[in-house]
């Protein structure tokens, strides 16, 4: 939709890259293979078949993590837009994988959705005009009020104080919910 609108090149242009990056694999920092070692155990248990982000041996710097599965899907939705993730292989991938785990979307709720262009939520941080997606995404309130957080305090306060409020800012004082009443 974005690229369509604003964008000057065909979006499977734009997407060679991270298509390339997914099927071709990146090499991952000591950071990053942390992260991977230390969710090991979440990426098996919240996913109900196997993911690029599991392998046998603990991942270390300099590990390539290829993500055929998401090259995959990048292709089709280069090809045909959103309908390459909101119809076809990839909204059936998609609904298969919430059946298993026990979710709630179906292929007929992906081809139903669609997409609303929405004006940003606006804030300052650290006097910088800053913006982020409004309502039902959420995120905006939660980036303003972190934002007004970190200007009243110091960096060695608990992260949690701004998230909580954030979170109770979005779904439960403001009602915003997505569907099925699940907070956005």
């Not at 694999?25 to 690029?52: C, K, M, Q, S």
């Not at 280069?78 to 076809?88: H, S």
């Not at 959705?113 to 005009?129: N, S």
């Amino acid at each position: 939709m974005a690229s369509q609108a604003y964008g000057r090149l065909p979006l499977a242009k734009l997407a060679a890259p991270a298509i390339a990056l997914a099927e071709k694999g990146f090499a991952i920092t000591a950071h990053e293979a942390d992260g991977l070692n230390r969710l090991r155990e979440a990426f098996i248990r919240l996913n109900t078949r196997p993911v690029a982000f599991v392998k046998d041996t603990p991942w270390k710097e300099g590990d390539t993590l290829v993500q055929k599965d998401l090259a995959n899907t990048l292709r089709r939705i280069a090809k045909k837009g959103m309908k390459g993730f909101y119809a076809g292989e990839t909204a059936r991938l998609v609904a298969e994988e919430m059946q298993r785990g026990g979710g709630v979307i179906t292929a007929a709720d992906m081809a139903a959705y669609k997409a609303v262009t929405r004006k940003p939520v606006e804030f300052m941080f650290r006097g910088i005009p800053s913006s982020a997606c409004p309502s039902p995404a959420a995120a905006a309130s939660g980036c303003n009020r972190c934002s007004a957080w970190w200007m009243s305090y110091s960096w060695r306060n608990i992260l949690s104080t701004p998230r909580s409020g954030a979170t109770h800012d979005r779904s439960g004082a403001q009602g915003i919910c997505g569907p099925g009443g699940v907070p956005g």
